[in-house]
């Protein structure tokens, strides 16, 4: 994903954010913040570049870190 993408994007996830009520967001969650599809999520997940984690089968992201992830950018 580009910087410049995120950097767009960041105003709308702050808004985006704050309806999503858990700590730990699913990957269709995370997908749908960063107008992202499965592959790149994946992608990112398996490279690094986005913190995740795995309970059992199902993949989480901390809220934090997305956040984090987006002031990175």
Known sequence: MR???LKM????Y???????????????EVMNLL????NTFYKMVNSGELPAFRIGKLWRVRR??????????
């Open 64 to 73: 934090d870190d997305l956040y984090s992830f987006f002031k990175q950018a």
């Open 9 to 12: 994007n960041c105003d709308l």
């Open 14 to 28: 702050d808004e985006a954010v704050e309806e999503i009520e858990n700590e730990f967001l699913t990957p269709k």
């Open 35 to 38: 107008y992202i599809g499965r």
């Open 3 to 5: 910087k410049r993408d």
